[in-house]
Nanobody
Framework: QVQLVESGGGSVQAGGSLRLSCAAS?????MGWFRQAPGKEREFVAA????????YYADSVKGRFTISRDNAKKTVYLQMSSLKPEDTAVYYC????????????????????WGQGTQVTVSS
């Protein structure tokens, strides 16, 4: 496992942008972002692998969110644009040291390290 520290959440109006950061204490293979809105189950948002060449997005954020990583800084970013009120949630960073397939990258229970979560609130 690695320790993950998230930052960058906040409040923004619809149509605005935010960037989340997640710094890891060590090297990882896969890093992902998940979110959980009040009364809803946690859902996959985006993920990428150590090379950064393979990126995956939920359909609900495709074209609006961009995941990227800086391996030298052991940090993954989630740039969120054109935010909508339905994007309001606590966003969690997750990391996994072992290989994950494209299917398993979207599954929260495949990750063994999690951040503390950061609140994102989008007002209409």
């Amino acid at each position: 496992q690695v320790q993950l520290v998230e930052s960058g959440g906040g409040s923004v109006q619809a149509g605005g942008s935010l960037r989340l950061s997640c710094a890891a204490s060590g090297r990882t293979y896969a890093m992902g972002w998940f979110r959980q809105a009040p009364g809803k189950e946690r859902e996959f948002v985006a993920a990428n692998t150590w090379s950064g060449d393979s990126t995956y997005y939920a359909d609900s954020v495709k074209g609006r969110f961009t995941i990227s990583r800086d391996n030298a800084k052991k940090t993954v970013y989630l740039q969120m644009s054109s935010l909508k009120p339905e994007d309001t949630a606590v966003y969690y960073c997750a990391a996994e040291l072992s290989f994950l397939s494209a299917v398993r990258l979207r599954m929260g229970n495949e990750y063994d390290s999690w951040g503390q979560g950061t609140q994102v609130t989008v007002s209409s």
